[in-house]
């Protein structure tokens, strides 16, 4: 059966969507993630969209939904490269992805994650030394620590 | 006068059969030299066609053509299904309007990505959805 990826990467959980998505497709990616995000902890979910040629109500919807249940669980979502005709389409079909962060590419959607983590572990400094063995962190991470 | 370049009818029972269905739809747009951004926007339309279709009707059939009127071209579209059809069109067409649990978008929205839109639609029998959207359009 057909299943979206799910990737950990230190703190966050990476989603790259490299086919066009049917319905059962999309759910099942938002239970999936949902899931996901409360067994690893994740801080984050960066889903990138660069391949997906359309954005349709529904797709937009479920993008929706991941974000704000993420959001519950404490996590940041960012939506990375969407195609601009596809953002062209999805401003005058009505969706304008609220509550949604988006950045151009990966690069830039997982640089906003790191910043968004890094404030955060500001106001709470050094909670949990001891997870932090269990997750591969980046470099940055770690040099923020320091 | 329109006239039909090339046509064929797809059925659509299968939440899969719809990506097939764009893909052709697709195929279409880029033989008569659409540009990417009103191919976006056509798919687009017929993604949200399709998925009504399937969602109240269980699936009908969809019509693609090639069309000419004048020096334009253009691609046809027509959705039939033999649903349970729309008693209020007019309130079906409203912005944030839906029986089902989305946002309401589909049926207005659809409207504002493609040049020509048409609905008919009789409860009990059925609708056809008829949407055309011209290369420079």
Same mark, same amino acid.
């Given at each position: 059966?057909?299943?979206?990826?799910?990737?950990?990467?230190?703190?966050?959980?990476?989603?790259?969507?490299?086919?066009?998505?049917?319905?059962?497709?999309? =759910?099942?990616?938002?239970?999936?993630? *949902?899931?996901?995000?409360? @067994?690893?902890?994740? %801080?984050?979910?960066?889903? !990138? +969209?660069?391949?997906?040629?359309? $954005?349709?109500?529904?797709?937009?919807?479920?993008?929706?939904?991941?974000?704000?249940?993420?959001? +519950?669980? !404490?996590?940041?979502?960012?939506?990375?490269? #969407?195609?601009?005709? /596809?953002?062209?389409?999805? +401003?005058?079909?009505?969706?304008?992805? @609220?509550?949604?962060?988006?950045?151009?590419?990966?690069?830039?959607?997982?640089?906003?994650?790191?910043?968004?983590?890094?404030?955060?572990?500001?106001?709470?400094?050094?909670?949990?030394?001891?997870?932090?063995?269990?997750?591969?962190?980046?470099?940055?991470?770690?040099?923020?620590?320091? | 006068?329109?006239?039909?370049?090339?046509?064929?009818?797809?059925? =659509?029972? %299968?939440?899969?059969?719809?990506?097939?269905?764009?893909?052709?739809?697709?195929?279409?747009?880029?033989?008569?030299?659409?540009?990417? $951004?009103?191919?976006?926007? =056509?798919?687009?339309?017929?993604?949200?066609?399709?998925?009504?279709?399937?969602?109240?009707?269980?699936?009908?059939?969809? %019509? /693609?053509?090639?069309?000419?009127?004048?020096?334009?071209?253009?691609?046809?579209? *027509?959705?039939?299904?033999?649903?349970?059809?729309?008693?209020?069109?007019?309130?079906? #067409?409203?912005?944030?309007?839906?029986?089902? @649990?989305?946002?309401?978008?589909?049926?207005?929205?659809?409207?504002?990505?493609?040049?020509?839109?048409?609905?008919?639609? @009789?409860?009990?029998?059925?609708?056809? /959805?008829? $949407?055309? %959207?011209?290369?420079?359009?």
């Amino acid at each position: 059966m057909d299943r979206i990826p799910i990737l950990r990467m230190g703190h966050f959980l990476l989603v790259t969507i490299q086919t066009d998505l049917y319905d059962r497709l999309a =759910l099942e990616l938002e239970a999936d993630l *949902v899931q996901m995000v409360n @067994k690893t902890n994740a %801080k984050g979910v960066l889903i !990138d +969209i660069s391949a997906l040629s359309i $954005v349709d109500s529904f797709m937009g919807r479920i993008i929706g939904n991941i974000a704000s249940m993420c959001k +519950i669980l !404490d996590a940041e979502t960012i939506v990375t490269g #969407m195609q601009p005709a /596809v953002a062209i389409t999805l +401003i005058e079909l009505g969706l304008d992805l @609220k509550g949604v962060h988006t950045a151009l590419n990966v690069e830039r959607g997982m640089a906003i994650l790191q910043a968004k983590i890094r404030e955060q572990s500001d106001i709470s400094e050094e909670t949990d030394d001891e997870d932090d063995d269990d997750y591969p962190d980046t470099e940055r991470f770690e040099s923020s620590d320091t | 006068m329109i006239l039909t370049l090339n046509q064929e009818t797809l059925p =659509l029972y %299968k939440e899969q059969e719809v990506i097939l269905l764009r893909n052709r739809i697709k195929e279409y747009a880029v033989k008569i030299g659409m540009g990417l $951004v009103n191919q976006t926007k =056509l798919i687009t339309a017929a993604s949200e066609l399709m998925r009504n279709m399937l969602k109240y009707a269980a699936g009908g059939s969809v %019509k /693609v053509e090639a069309v000419s009127k004048g020096r334009e071209t253009g691609i046809r579209l *027509v959705f039939t299904d033999k649903g349970p059809g729309i008693p209020d069109i007019a309130l079906a #067409m409203k912005d944030g309007y839906s029986t089902g @649990k989305s946002l309401g978008v589909g049926l207005p929205g659809t409207r504002r990505l493609v040049s020509e839109f048409d609905i008919k639609s @009789k409860p009990g029998e059925g609708t056809v /959805v008829t $949407v055309i %959207k011209w290369k420079n359009g």
